[in-house]
T-cell receptor
């Protein structure tokens, strides 16, 4: 079975802190994704990566950056957390040339 | 159907009944469709998928129906159980969409009444 893990299930940070969210997948997938999920807005793509050291902006990249130094690991960075970044963050991975994405359990981030 | 605004559509069914959850998509070029189940506090879980060269696909207690003419997708869950309570949302892929080629619906909240 595909396994996508995220470093934290729940996280509470203060405004202005730098926040790292880590995601690891064990299926040797080329593609990895970061989404945020908010009530009534569904999943919104923040960034994705189709290869090591490659990244592409999604629909809402502002306030975020990403890092992919190894194929299995994709990190989301909030340089200076703000309260409007309180959300559920979901990581996903998928094989190249396929649409199917496998999700991690999510990290519920609260910024106070 | 898919939600607009802050509130998810809700479907309430009796335990043991069949459920039908609907999804509309907009791009006639979409050629791949997935249903996900998301339980409270968890990440989305793949349920079943279908390609555009098919009209119907069956899994264990679930069936996906695709009507390309009206761009409509449905998920049927047979003999619903308490564990089926979750938010269900569709996703569809369109060629040329790149690595981020999946478009996600906003979801329907399925509630199972005892």
């Amino acid at each position: 079975d595909v396994k996508v893990t995220q470093s934290s299930r729940y996280l509470v940070k203060r405004t202005g802190e730098k926040v790292f969210l880590e995601c690891v997948q064990d299926m040797d997938h080329e593609n990895m994704f970061w989404y945020r999920q908010d009530p009534g807005l569904g999943l919104r793509l923040i960034y994705f990566s189709y290869d090591v050291k490659m990244k592409e902006k999604g629909d809402i990249p502002e306030g975020y950056s990403v890092s992919r130094e190894k194929k299995e690991r994709f990190s989301l960075i909030l340089e200076s957390a703000s309260t409007n970044q309180t959300s559920m963050y979901l990581c996903a991975s998928g094989a190249v040339f396929t649409y199917e994405q496998y999700f991690g359990p999510g990290t519920r981030l609260t910024v106070t | 159907g898919e939600s607009v605004g802050l509130h998810l559509p809700t479907l309430s069914v009796q335990e043991g009944d069949n459920s039908i959850i609907n999804c509309a998509y907009s791009n006639s070029a979409s050629d791949y469709f997935i249903w996900y189940k998301q339980e409270s506090g968890k990440g989305p879980q793949f349920i079943i998928d279908i390609r555009s060269n098919m009209d119907k696909r069956q899994g264990q207690r679930v069936t996906v129906l695709l009507n390309k003419t009206v761009k409509h997708l449905s998920l049927q869950i047979a003999a619903t159980q308490p564990g089926d309570s979750a938010v269900y949302f569709c996703a569809y892929g369109t060629p040329g969409g790149g690595a981020d080629g999946l478009t996600f619906g906003k979801g329907t909240h399925l509630i199972i009444q005892p």
